[in-house]
């Protein structure tokens, strides 16, 4: 271990020592970014970047069990990613698998997926199904794995499945339009019955949500980070926990 190390560690430990567990948020999202970037600072390839990305994953999981949190949406691959070149983007849903796999394995975490599963390729959406099957009766934290997803997308799946469930029942377009309220476009959305999220962390310094769980985020906190997410280290998730605690909170009031 060398000196900067050292020094990074009992500053973490400080960090951690005056954290108030009791103002620690229950629910955080993730906007996982700077996989390529950080790979092109370092030399590697983009599929290197992604798969340091991956590792870096279950560390960060660990980290929250650390400090009671309760749910993570990890935001992996958007609807937009699909416009990305074959050769970036098959290695990518491979990496994505493996990491899904990998939390199963683990034992710990309960997996959700939430996105667009028919946009996925049949082997993807085969690990998605698989990973809630396996995981469904785990007590630890709730993985939302954010793959195929847009929060547009989202609202949009919301409001058809909506449709689609009272047209079941036979319910006339006059009447479903007097029932649709806040409540029952939410009990739509992928992440039905969980808590919103208390605070939105994005790394590699862009600080714009770019569609990420655009109902459920209307009064989450923000935290933007500088470094990449390869390189998200313990102590910038400790800070981020800190800069949380000081804010007040008020939904508007």
């Known amino acids: 271990m060398n000196l900067r190390d050292l020094v990074y560690g009992l500053y973490a430990r400080r960090v951690e020592g005056r954290l108030d567990h009791d103002q620690v948020p229950k629910h955080i999202g993730v906007i996982l970014d700077g996989n390529r970037r950080w790979a092109k600072a370092s030399g590697g ?33 958007s609807t937009d990613n699909f416009d990305r070149p074959e050769e970036e983007l098959t290695p990518l849903l491979g ?25 996925l390729p049949a082997r993807t959406q085969a690990v998605m199904k698989e990973a809630e099957q396996a995981t469904h009766d785990n007590t630890g934290i709730l993985v939302n794995v954010a793959v195929g997803y847009g929060g547009r997308q989202e609202i949009a799946d919301a409001v058809r499945s909506l449709l689609l469930e009272h047209a079941d029942k036979g319910t006339s377009l006059e009447e479903v339009a007097e029932s649709v309220d806040i409540d029952l476009i ?28 655009l109902w459920q985020s209307a009064h989450s906190e923000y935290y933007f980070c500088e470094v990449f997410w390869p390189a998200f280290r313990k102590v910038d998730f400790l800070r981020a926990l800190r800069d949380y605690a000081a804010r007040h909170r008020r939904y508007g009031g």
Do not use: N
């Open 186 to 213: 939410s009990k739509h959305l992928y992440t039905s019955g969980q808590p919103d999220p208390d605070l939105v962390i994005r790394t590699s310094g862009e600080q714009r949500l770019s569609g990420f769980m």
């Open 45 to 77: 390839t983009t599929a290197q970047g992604h798969q340091a990305g991956a590792y870096k994953i279950e560390e960060f999981l660990g980290w929250c069990a650390e400090t009671d949190v309760e749910v993570v949406t990890l935001w992996m691959l």
């Open 95 to 119: 990496i994505i698998e493996a990491t899904v796999r990998s939390l199963v394995a683990d034992g710990r975490w309960r997996v959700h997926h939430v996105g667009a599963l028919d946009l």
